[in-house]
């Protein structure tokens, strides 16, 4: 069975600085990977996900993922943080097999920005 | 425009009662998921429904019961409600294009007293 690992449970950053969260993810074939941010009282919104092609990702929010099969890994990036970036971050694997999808969460990592 | 709208969004009451979530998708998809999100925001897959036939059923208890009457709604049935129920729980959808992204609610908090 598939299993995602969030590794860090809450990072703090300044305001302007670089972001990476990191997530590793278990599964025998290439997954479908998702990375989806909950703010405060919110639903989940998609930031970005990867299907196949080129491995680096680009989502909303000037958030961008690499995907590196070698490290089972896809690690979540943004150069520069905003305040509006605090949120819960949730990285996600899929397996489709057309009706039968579920997506397999990690833990998330609660971001903290200070100014 | 909403996409995917759940009903109500907070819901709190008394063991022992039944209550039920309405969720509603505008994005013409055919697949609709439940997810429950515990208090360390935990997520898991409850159930998936595929053009209102159940797909994915993850071992919960038959108290919940899902009902589909259309592609485009899922609700979720609790009854008996315990303490342990209480959570967020999130409706999804997404469509069998190839990429199958699951797009979701905002959530409905449940809290039992």
């Known amino acids: 069975a598939q299993s995602v690992t969030q590794p860090d449970i809450h990072i703090t950053v300044s305001e302007g600085a670089s972001l990476e969260l990191r997530c590793n993810y278990s599964?025998?074939?290439?997954?479908?990977l998702f990375w989806y941010v909950q703010s405060p009282g919110q639903g989940l919104q998609l930031l970005l996900k990867y299907f196949s092609g080129d491995t680096l990702v680009q989502g909303i929010k000037g958030f961008e993922a690499e995907f590196k099969r070698s490290q089972s890994s896809f690690n979540l990036r943004k150069p520069s943080v905003h305040w509006s970036d605090a949120a819960e971050y949730f990285c996600?694997?899929?397996?489709?097999?057309?009706?039968?999808?579920?997506?397999?969460f990690g833990t998330g990592t609660r971001l903290t920005i200070i100014p | 425009d909403t996409a995917v709208s759940q009903t109500p969004k907070y819901l709190v009451t008394q063991m022992g009662n039944d209550k039920s979530i309405k969720c509603e998708q505008n994005l013409g998809h055919d697949t609709m998921y439940w997810y429950k999100q515990d208090s360390k925001k935990f997520l898991k897959i409850m159930f998936s429904y595929n053009n209102k036939e159940l797909i994915i059923n993850e071992t919960v208890p038959n108290r919940f019961s899902p009902k589909s009457p259309d592609k485009a709604h899922l609700n979720l049935h609790i009854n008996s409600l315990e303490l342990g129920d209480s959570a967020v729980y999130f409706c999804?959808?997404?469509?069998?294009?190839?990429?199958?992204?699951?797009?979701f609610g905002p959530g409905t908090r449940l809290l039992v007293l």
């Open positions: 599964y025998g074939a290439t997954p479908y």
């Open positions: 996600a694997v899929g397996i489709s097999n057309f009706g039968n999808e579920k997506l397999t």
């Open positions: 999804a959808s997404s469509s069998r294009d190839g990429e199958e992204t699951q797009y």
